[in-house]
């Protein structure tokens, strides 16, 4: 196409021309180009997430049965050692756990199969009070495993869960969903019924059972705490607690007797009795251990329900382990409801949802009473 002025002069538009629609046809190519490419990264990282949202669902749930087998193996070991074998001390057996621990986690070190911090001056100030706590829970545990039928001391241990909710509420600002709360209330009411008629009440059974739920609630909560604000680690949280309460603990044990009475102990010399207790002293690690994990990757509260959960097996395995359980049907109903409170409050944590989860915080009360 062209244009003639006079005589001389031809001005050529088609190179203009082909250049605008050259440009035009860029920009629509151009523009469509960057939308699809647009998507395919958007499409990128949304599968780049699924694929972490599926990892840390492995991970919670993997860590919550590790946690609940390795808390069912410990309850039937124990329970074979204090009561079937009638061992003497539930002191000296907590003290076997803490030598277990510090054994296991320092060679684990020096083979660099595991790492932590080295001690310094300020190490049990930034871990406190979990070494007081760990100890106790221990111990009271053990003593509460050892006075009581196992089905009770299961039902007795659903306490410590109506505990850790409220400690979260108080310390970690996390308000349970209302499923979460029915299915506590319901485990409590059930554990109740069945202390309403429990033929081998021991009261000194029941003081160990509800001061080791106030212990597992408040180490499920500070674990939680420090987890998130120290830089020790689990593997440090668990070396120390255990060589920061050795020298108490064997005090204790010396003080009241009890170091006499296990070294004394006339079956020593049974090799399946040595392979069990040898057995729970190392169960004492792994369970410390699967309990840091699950609080790691769920919640305190998780950490707790799992721990009880697993007393399903051990309930009903309880009725014929140690000999000391008495049938009534008060008892073994409200011992069922428990259990049952305790697999819906299971539906209701870990069922896969669309969107991950959010816990709801509540506003800050620094200072203030909840």
Known sequence: ?????????????????????????????????GALLLNGSGSKELSHREREDSALFVKKIGSALFYGLSSFMITVVNKTVLTSYHFP???????????????????????????????????????????????????????????????????????????????????????????????????????????????????????????TNAMTASNGVYVKKKLDTSEIGKYGLMFYNSLFMFLPALALNYVTGNLDQALNFGQWNDSLFVLQFLLSCVMGFILSYSTILCTQFNSALTTTIVGCLKNICVTYLGMFIGGDYVFSWLNCIGINISVLAS????????????????????????????
Not at 128 to 133: K, V
Not at 345 to 370: C, I, M, Q, W
């Open 1 to 33: 196409m062209s244009v003639s002025r006079g005589s001389n002069t031809t001005l050529d538009l088609q190179p203009l021309l082909e250049s605008d629609v050259g440009k035009r046809e860029q920009e629509q190519m151009g523009g469509s180009g």
């Open 89 to 211: 001390s539930f002191l000296f057996l907590s003290l076997g756990q803490l030598t277990a621990s510090i054994v296991v986690l320092g060679i684990g070190k020096r083979l660099k199969f595991v790492n932590f911090p080295p001690l310094q001056r300020n190490t049990f100030w930034k871990i406190f009070p979990l070494p007081l706590i760990f100890l106790g829970n221990m111990m009271f545990g053990l003593g509460g495993t050892k006075t009581l039928s196992l089905p009770m001391f299961a039902a007795l241990r659903r306490f410590s869960i109506l505990m850790t909710m409220l400690l979260e509420l108080k310390i970690l600002g996390l308000r349970p969903s209302n499923a979460v709360q029915v299915s506590v209330y319901a485990m409590i009411g059930g554990a109740l019924l069945a202390a309403s008629d429990d033929l081998s009440f021991n009261m000194t059974g029941y003081i160990y059972v509800m001061i």
């Open 343 to 370: 697999l819906l409050y299971t539906y209701v944590t870990f069922r896969r949802k669309r969107a991950p989860d959010k816990p709801d915080h509540l506003p800050s009360t620094r200072g203030e009473n909840v």
